[in-house]
């Protein structure tokens, strides 16, 4: 039994990287790509969002001296190049796909409209946005939040490395413990770093609830598509 009939798949970029220190690892893309086709043949409609962290990430290149827009601009273009990859991966297993970009870049993809995202999405075409929000000073995960209420997502499922929302780091505290459920107000309040401050306040005032998942483990995307309870649900 689907729990979710749309959803928008939010990924990092860093995950891309696999065991590599830097770029995109074939192996982990390819997962992903199955992963995703596993949800798709189920009917479920797919929109990506994909970061740029393996390539280039605005903000650490403003700490560095680049100018903080045209870091965000590099970090722009780092997202189209992995939402390319993706697209890739997915036509080569014949699963068939999109990618739509938020500033005008034909012919490598289409230029974004919320009515051809929907139109793609109903027709069984996954649909990759990239390129972010097409402005500096928005996280990839604030894009995310804007195209999953933008084409009326059931929820965001965030796919991570580690499987759910912790009272700590649990990379870098062992008694951290798991949430199954938590709220936006509680994320806030304890100052959980789910994602930035405006990407989970836009979430909370659309009603677009999160789960957090670790999208690494083959099968978890079909088990959270399917409801079972893995990762965290982050609900209003």
Request: aromatic fraction near 8%; proline fraction near 2%; include cysteine.
């Amino acid at each position: 039994m689907l729990q979710y009939k749309r959803v928008l798949l939010k990924l990092s970029g860093e995950s891309l990287m696999g065991e590599q220190q830097y770029g995109i690892d074939s192996q982990r893309l390819n997962d992903y790509a199955e992963q995703i086709k596993e949800i798709v043949v189920q009917g479920v409609q797919v929109g990506i969002v994909i970061g740029g962290g393996n390539i280039f990430r605005g903000l650490s290149g403003a700490s560095k001296g680049f100018d903080r827009v045209k870091g965000d601009s590099m970090g722009m273009l780092a997202t189209v190049i992995n939402s390319l990859a993706l697209n890739s991966a997915l036509e080569a297993i014949n699963c068939k796909s999109r990618v739509l970009t938020a500033i005008r870049m034909e012919p490598i993809g289409e230029f974004y409209s919320k009515q051809k995202a929907v139109d793609y999405l109903e027709e069984g075409y996954v649909t990759i946005f990239s390129a972010g929000t097409g402005n500096p000073y928005f996280t990839t995960d604030t894009g995310s939040s804007l195209r999953g209420i933008e084409i009326e997502a059931d929820v965001m499922l965030k796919g991570t490395r580690v499987d759910g929302v912790y009272t700590a780091d649990p990379e870098k505290d062992p008694s951290a413990t798991k949430y199954d459920k938590i709220s936006f107000d509680e994320v806030y309040h304890k100052d959980l770093r789910v994602m930035d401050l405006t990407a989970t306040t836009m979430c909370k005032e659309n009603n677009l609830p999160i789960v957090v998942f670790d999208m690494d483990t083959k099968g978890n995307l079909l088990k959270v598509i399917n409801g079972e309870n893995i990762g965290t649900l982050v609900h209003v």
